[in-house]
């Protein structure tokens, strides 16, 4: 045997020796293109016999019945969370508030509000006039009427005996946007509104009774949602381990 041969057979033995030590035994499996298609295939497949066995009540809007279609693009959507009149959606209020940060991971669901998401519902009801009242006439309750005649009695008397049995009215107007505060302690919501009594003498202008601005802090209306840092609140939801199968749609 030439030494060019040995040479050979020895490289190989020492190569093939090296793979053994250096590679566990173990199965090696490559997928074809083919492969790769009928994997898709079969998985959209089993995707549309799960969504077929799903039991919900006939749907149907404006644009049809209820459909689905599957796709293979993916998409992350980043929700600003917040509230706008939708006659002017330029005029909203200036996002302040920090990104939440989720430090627990124990729960299935997690939910963040921060102040700005409350303060810009109330922010588009203010804009829409929501927090304005005007209560008069038939709108008027018998034992409110009561209360404001009663307490203005002294000041018709003075202003002009004849109104005693004139029409009253109240108006309330929150005359700036209620502004949300979350801290760990709780969360509170603080409207200022003007209130103005009026008395309404038949055939002349409405004569102002009173006028006061009031100041309306309201305590913690989110007991369910629990405060964990300042500016913002979160909630977890543990949900029960399903019983069937399920699809999870997501990037």
């Given at each position: 045997?030439?030494p060019c041969?040995?040479?050979?057979?020895?490289?190989?033995f020492?190569?093939c020796?090296?793979m053994?030590v250096?590679?566990?035994a173990?199965?090696?499996?490559?997928?074809?293109d083919?492969?790769?298609?009928m994997?898709?295939?079969e998985?959209?497949?089993?995707?549309?016999e799960?969504l077929?066995?799903?039991?919900m009540?006939?749907?149907?809007?404006?644009?049809?019945?209820?459909?689905?279609?599957?796709?293979?693009y993916?998409?992350?959507?980043i929700?600003?969370?917040?509230?706008f009149?939708l006659s002017n959606?330029n005029?909203t209020?200036?996002?302040?508030?920090?990104?939440?940060?989720?430090?627990e991971?124990?729960?299935?669901?997690?939910?963040?509000?921060?102040?700005?998401?409350f303060?810009s519902?109330m922010f588009?009801?203010y804009?829409?006039?929501i927090f304005?009242m005007?209560?008069?006439?038939?709108?008027?309750?018998k034992?409110?009427?009561?209360?404001?005649r009663?307490?203005?009695?002294?000041a018709?008397?003075?202003?002009n005996p004849?109104?005693?049995?004139?029409?009253?009215s109240?108006?309330?107007?929150?005359?700036?946007?209620?502004k949300?505060?979350?801290?760990t302690?709780?969360a509170?919501?603080?409207?200022t509104?003007?209130?103005?009594?009026m008395?309404?003498?038949?055939?002349?202008p409405?004569?102002?009774?009173?006028?006061m601005?009031?100041?309306?802090?309201q305590?913690?209306?989110l007991?369910?949602?629990?405060?964990?840092?300042?500016?913002?609140?979160?909630?977890?939801?543990?949900?029960?381990?399903?019983?069937?199968?399920i699809?999870?749609?997501?990037?």
């Amino acid at each position: 045997m030439t030494p060019c041969l040995l040479s050979i057979l020895f490289l190989h033995f020492f190569v093939c020796s090296v793979m053994s030590v250096t590679e566990p035994a173990g199965c090696k499996i490559r997928f074809t293109d083919k492969g790769l298609d009928m994997l898709k295939y079969e998985t959209l497949k089993f995707v549309e016999e799960e969504l077929s066995n799903i039991s919900m009540p006939e749907m149907k809007g404006q644009d049809g019945h209820f459909q689905y279609n599957i796709t293979e693009y993916n998409y992350n959507m980043i929700f600003k969370g917040m509230f706008f009149d939708l006659s002017n959606q330029n005029d909203t209020l200036k996002n302040s508030a920090i990104d939440p940060v989720i430090r627990e991971y124990s729960r299935m669901v997690y939910l963040a509000l921060s102040e700005f998401f409350f303060d810009s519902g109330m922010f588009a009801y203010y804009k829409a006039g929501i927090f304005q009242m005007h209560i008069v006439n038939e709108k008027m309750p018998k034992d409110l009427e009561m209360l404001l005649r009663t307490t203005y009695f002294g000041a018709i008397i003075m202003l002009n005996p004849a109104l005693v049995d004139a029409p009253l009215s109240l108006q309330l107007a929150v005359n700036s946007p209620p502004k949300t505060t979350i801290k760990t302690s709780g969360a509170t919501v603080v409207m200022t509104a003007i209130v103005q009594v009026m008395v309404l003498p038949p055939g002349q202008p409405p004569v102002q009774l009173s006028s006061m601005t009031m100041y309306f802090p309201q305590p913690s209306f989110l007991d369910c949602i629990e405060p964990v840092s300042q500016q913002t609140m979160t909630v977890g939801l543990a949900l029960n381990k399903p019983t069937t199968s399920i699809l999870i749609f997501g990037p």
